[in-house]
Nanobody, 125 residues
Framework: QVQLVESGGGLVQAGGSLRLSCAAS????????MGWFRQAPGKEREFVAA????????YYADSVKGRFTISRDNAKNTVYLQMNSLKPEDTAVYSC??????????????????WGQGTQVTVTS
């Protein structure tokens, strides 16, 4: 059973940057696609970014494209989300999730089956 623990969230002013980390334990996730999702208060959870098992392919929501970068370090069993030029509308709880075995980056929640607890990101104007 893989467990995911997110870190790196916090309070930042608009225009600032944060780097989120998602560390996996229990077993390796090197052969799985990984994704980041977020949920703002009163809203549905939404897709943010995903990366293929081998880091060759990435996919981003239009709202973060050009500002966020997803990456992974399989040696450390960790996936990252670098967030630049943050906006108040990026405020949410960010969660990582395990996707398909030898999978590509997907945006559908039903393609993910293990989720972390999330880390809060708050962007002030």
């Amino acid at each position: 059973q893989v467990q995911l623990v997110e870190s790196g969230g916090g309070l930042v002013q608009a225009g600032g940057s944060l780097r989120l980390s998602c560390a996996a334990s229990g077993r390796t996730f090197n052969n799985y696609a990984m994704g980041w999702f977020r949920q703002a208060p009163g809203k549905e959870r939404e897709f943010v970014a995903a990366i293929s098992w081998n880091a060759v392919s990435t996919y981003y929501a239009d709202s973060v494209k050009g500002r966020f970068t997803i990456s992974r370090d399989n040696a450390k069993n960790t996936v990252y989300l670098q967030m630049n030029s943050l906006k108040p509308e990026d405020t949410a709880v960010y969660s990582c999730a395990v996707g398909g075995f030898f999978g590509g980056p997907r945006d559908a929640e039903n393609k993910y089956n293990t989720w972390g607890q999330g880390t809060q990101v708050t962007v002030t104007s």
